[in-house]
């Protein structure tokens, strides 16, 4: 059982990134299913989490308005679409599967860098 993100990358300040997460050993689609970061020095950050039951959303103060997160059940996938990146948005960025408190999980996996800069 493991999720495994990837897309991350250099991008300058506006700038957009897509950023994917594959689960295997167990279907996405039942899991309320998110995306947390985490900056060097910096305490976990959630971004998103998606209801696997009611398909809600909350999204994170920072982050509402231009990050977007999706699914694709036949790939067993979720992505994060990423615009308008600010320098602060610099961080690993992990997939997990999200607890009903806001910023716990339960699984997540190793995570991919974005970086932010001109």
């Known amino acids: 059982v493991q999720l495994q993100a990837s897309g991350g990358g250099l991008v300058q300040p506006g700038g957009s990134l897509r950023l994917s997460c594959v689960g295997s050993?167990?279907?996405?689609?039942?899991?309320?299913i998110g995306w947390f970061r985490q900056a060097p020095g910096k305490k976990r950050q959630g971004v998103v989490c998606?209801?696997?039951?009611?398909?809600?959303?909350h999204y994170g103060d920072s982050v509402r308005g231009r990050f977007t997160l999706s699914r694709d059940a036949a790939t067993n996938s979720a992505f994060l679409e990423t615009t308008n990146l600010k320098p602060e948005d610099t961080a690993v960025y992990h997939c997990a599967v999200c607890l009903d408190v806001w910023e716990e999980y339960d699984l997540w996996g190793q995570g991919t860098l974005v970086t932010v800069s001109s």
């Open positions: 998606h209801s696997g039951t009611d398909g809600s959303s």
């Open positions: 050993g167990f279907n996405l689609a039942k899991e309320a």
